[in-house]
């Protein structure tokens, strides 16, 4: 490009001196008068740097200014651009045999070393006729070799910064990759070794520290996934093998005694149909924590009243309070319409309140309180029992959890059924939580959306 645009400045210059020198000489040529000729170009000597040529339209040197070649045939490029070709400027560049060479992108295509000569030519015109030609070389070896010099700079500039382009990229691509590497390198791992407890460092910033940070939260999350899978595992086996384990024991006790005393017999087949009761309970459960979880459940929606529900559960456990002493109190003045899976809903508020009797000592009091807030039906299930301690109340609807595992296990219960609940409150778009004091009673308030009055 600099190449280039110097010689294009060069044409340009020799071009409009030549032109001009070409008019005011083609007269003298028309004439034949030589020595004006002579005295003109001598005049213009200090303006155009160079030997002057003046050629007939056969291509023979009339008028040399160095005197070598006139007489005698010249040919050239330049020449025949203004004699057969009918142009009225031509230029070129020719090394020191007389060999013409493509100026574009000459820095790179030319041999620095030898000389180098432009040739200008311009048209001589009588009247409308072409009748010679005026040819200026000039020598260009200072400007040339200025050139191939300056290429060189820039070759060397350009690989300079080439390489400091090439160090720095590497440098900024090593840092701002390596957080990615590292990421990768610890996905590697975890799905190498199933450790999915690794971290990466958070660093730099932007997108990458987001980045990492968005890393470190899903690998936490899945651990604790990992965890609560072990731990079901661990429990569900647990809870599994407790009832065979009680089973097995009364049927070897019955083999083993062929004579046993007839009421004993009872007594221990009543105990296994007990266990098997617990053990068909689990399953259930289980079952129906594994729909919940590939979103295979069905809810079966009818228009139906909370209040009907709660009445005819609290029907169904009036017996079983009544043998603990315990008063079961209800309230539901109103009816609190809305549309839900009539069983699945039967099951929450059934576990609610069978959980409110089971560990409410005996002579306690349950209240159940059913509501319309306006937007939700509220029931509240409060005992007055001994109460859930703060550090258990997070853990409280967690698979197989049991604030006090003898006492749970004695109880019949399996550590699904508030699980189960809170799953089913939300698959109806509800909520539910717990408040209690330890000494002073647990309340669990569920909130399901009602249907609204439309007569209203």
């Not at 990421?183 to 660093?203: A, E, F, P, Y």
Request: net charge negative; proline share 3%; glycine share 8%.
């Amino acid at each position: 490009m600099v190449g280039d645009f110097l010689f294009d400045e060069r044409v340009r210059t020799e071009r409009a001196e030549l032109e001009q020198l070409g008019r005011t000489a083609a007269p003298l040529f028309d004439l034949a008068d030589t020595g004006a000729l002579k005295d003109l170009f001598s005049d213009h000597s200090g303006d155009i740097t160079g030997r002057l040529l003046v050629l007939d339209m056969a291509g023979k040197v009339q008028l040399d200014t160095d005197r070598e070649l006139t007489g005698t045939m010249f040919e050239s490029e330049e020449v025949d651009a203004i004699v057969r070709r009918g142009q009225s400027v031509s230029f070129g560049v020719h090394d020191e045999t007389g060999r013409m060479m493509n100026t574009q992108g000459i820095l790179f295509t030319l041999n620095p070393s030898g000389s180098w000569y432009s040739y200008c030519s311009a048209r001589l015109v009588s009247g409308d006729e072409v009748i010679g030609v005026l040819l200026l070389i000039s020598p260009v070896t200072d400007m040339m070799t200025g050139l191939f010099t300056l290429r060189h700079q820039m070759i060397i500039i350009f690989l300079l910064v080439a390489l400091a382009a090439l160090v720095l990229g590497t440098v900024f691509a090593s840092v701002l990759t390596k957080p990615v590497t590292d990421m990768t390198r610890v996905i590697q791992r975890m799905g190498k070794d199933n450790s999915l407890g690794l971290r990466v460092r958070v660093r730099g910033s932007g997108e990458i520290r987001h980045l990492a940070a968005a890393f470190n939260s899903m690998s936490e999350k899945l651990e604790a996934l990992e965890d609560t899978r072990n731990q079901f595992v661990s429990n569900a086996s647990h809870e599994l093998k407790t009832p065979l384990a009680a089973m097995k024991v009364l049927v070897e006790s019955l083999i083993y005694q062929p004579d046993m005393d007839k009421a004993l017999r009872t007594e221990f087949l009543q105990d296994i149909n007990k266990e098997i009761d617990r053990l068909s309970a689990i399953v259930s459960d289980l079952l129906t924590l594994t729909r919940m979880d590939s979103h295979s459940l069905q809810l079966h929606m009818e228009k139906l009243e909370l209040r009907q529900l709660v009445e005819e559960n609290a029907h169904r456990l009036s017996s079983m309070a009544r043998k603990r002493s315990q008063t079961l109190n209800v309230d539901v003045s109103d009816p609190c319409a809305t549309t839900a899976d009539r069983g699945k809903l039967n099951q929450v508020i059934y576990n609610l309140m069978e959980n409110a009797i089971k560990y409410t000592q005996e002579g306690g009091t349950i209240d159940v309180l059913l509501e319309n807030t306006g937007s939700t039906a509220r029931l509240t299930v409060r005992d007055n029992g001994p109460g859930i301690p703060a550090d258990a109340q997070p853990h409280l609807f967690e698979r197989f959890y049991r604030v006090d595992k003898a006492r749970s296990r004695d109880t019949g219960g399996t550590g699904l059924g508030l699980s189960i609940v809170k799953q089913l409150v939300v698959l109806h778009g509800g909520t539910v939580r717990v408040e209690s004091e330890e000494g002073k009673g647990s309340t669990f308030i569920t909130e399901l959306p009602i249907t609204p009055d439309r007569e209203s």
